[in-house]
């Protein structure tokens, strides 16, 4: 019998993408278990929809730690009762550290609402939209040490619409989102992709 991979997932805010996935769990069409979700405030809305969909909470506020890496060493510590393969971070806005990203090495994907290396950062959709780009899209991609930057697994295009504003263009991109981090962590979860470089291959089913 194939062991289903476990999966841990970071947010936030709001946790629509977290929400994308317990979904597609509760649908079983996702192909790791959501085991864990994970918030640095107390009080994130994703919190209550995670628990009112039966997932595991926890949470960790970040004021108080000497370092990025002292909060990081906490949040390793208390996701390791849970035993993730894979973490999610769905709308998680921390720059994680060495010590976060050494507890599940390579094996921590991140989505961004933009076409990658374009727009990192924050309001990547506002960035775009006033910079003028006629494409932008969503990218979920491995995490590495730099911000919004590891190899790409996902990446979805949405067409700038001529009388667009940034928020119906940042509606449209998160709903490219959703699927895109199903799939991605679908992907990772069967084990098809494979690291040639910074290139993500993906192997056939
Ligand atoms: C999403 O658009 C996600 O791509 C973005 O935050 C939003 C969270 O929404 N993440 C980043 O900008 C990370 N650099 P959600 O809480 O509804 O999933």
Redesign the pocket.
Known sequence: MTVRPRLGIC?S??????QALLRAAQRGELLADPVVVFSNHLDAP?LERARAAGVAVEALESRGYASRADYDAAVVQCLQPYDCDIIAL??Y?RIVTPTFLNAWPGRVL????SLLPAFPG?H?VEQAWSYGVRVSG?TVHFVDAEV?HGPIIVQRAVSVLPDDTVDRLAARI?EQ?HDAFVEAVNLVAAGRVRLEGRRVLIEPE
């Open positions: 947010v805010g709001r946790g629509s993408n977290m994703a769905a709308g806005m991140n989505i961004h609402p924050l990547a969503c919004d998160l989102e």
